[in-house]
């Protein structure tokens, strides 16, 4: 086939890709709107049945704090600090061999259409760069192969296999620990790739302003699709794979978001989603 005609193929298949994912959307949309609908109805049920039989219809109860004494919902108002210096940039002090074994473990479904990427050996030299296109502006990264071989493996095959696209950022932390979550689309953090592997750790490696790094679900070797720029303050332990670093064009636009605070919807973790909403509308791979 020529080459002309592969550029071609491919894309027809991402615009096939693209138009599926926006079917699942709507049709996730339609279901969330009908089960609103039906809680909704529910409880103005409930809450006539209980108004009809309090004295009077009126209650005597006091309103009070939530057990959990934080808000579950609301904007954060409080200003920033955020450091205008960089960290030093992330290294190895021994480095990994010249190739890696990588294994990738099926999960369950995904929350978009991928198979895991192929098990086996991959280069750990060399860096990949990658821009994520957003309705914000442009992130420039650069994957580091030296400090996560398997993890930048896995983010250039949901890159390439338009995994990411139309994906907002669905938490951000702006106190003791200052980072911009992506990754999930379903924009709910519990979504991902329908597959997991190992982490990658380098325990000399102290997180700082514009490193790259991937979530997990709490546990060793959880890691999925879900990755975090940290822009500011990160005093976490070494338990998370750094695998790269966002440009200083790609921190101004997380500097925004960081800025525009947080409508505090993860109080038990910390942080909640961006009052300023970013989006993904393609993730690019350039080496």
């Not at 934080?70 to 210096?85: A, N, Q, V």
């Not at 500011?232 to 670093?245: I, K, M």
């Amino acid at each position: 086939m020529s080459s002309n005609e592969e550029r071609r193929q491919a894309a027809k298949s991402k615009l096939e890709r693209k138009l599926a994912r926006q079917e699942e959307q709507a049709r996730r949309r339609r279901t969330a709107a009908v089960t609103a609908t039906i809680v909704v109805v529910i409880a103005a049920v409930v809450g006539v049945y209980f108004l009809t039989r309090m004295d009077g219809g009126r209650s005597d109860a006091a309103d009070g704090p939530s057990e959990t004494g934080s808000p579950t919902s609301g904007r954060e108002d409080t200003e920033i600090s955020i450091p205008s210096e960089r960290a030093p940039a992330p290294s190895r002090q021994e480095p990994l061999p010249a190739r890696v074994s990588c294994e990738y473990r099926s999960t369950g479904e995904p929350a978009e259409p991928v198979e895991p990427p192929q098990d086996g050996e991959v280069s750990a030299k060399g860096s990949v760069e990658a821009t994520i296109e957003t309705n914000l502006g442009d992130i420039p990264l650069t994957l580091d192969r030296s400090l996560a071989p398997c993890t930048v493996n896995s983010f250039v095959h949901l890159a390439e296999a338009d995994f990411y696209d139309d994906s907002s950022c669905h938490r951000l932390s702006t106190e003791g620990l200052q980072m911009l979550q992506c990754g999930d689309p379903t924009g709910t953090g519990r979504g991902g790739p329908g597959y997991q592997f190992d982490d990658e750790i380098a325990s000399d490696i102290e997180y700082g302003r514009g490193y790259l790094a991937m979530a997990n679900s709490g546990k060793e070797n959880t890691n999925g699709s879900q990755f975090f720029l940290v822009y500011g303050e990160a005093p976490l332990s070494p338990d998370y794979t750094v695998f790269g670093t966002v440009s200083d064009e790609g921190l101004k636009v997380v500097d925004e978001v960081a800025r525009a605070g947080h409508d505090n919807s993860f109080p038990t973790v910390g942080g909640g989603a961006p009052n300023k909403e970013i989006t993904f509308t393609d993730v690019r791979i350039s080496s």
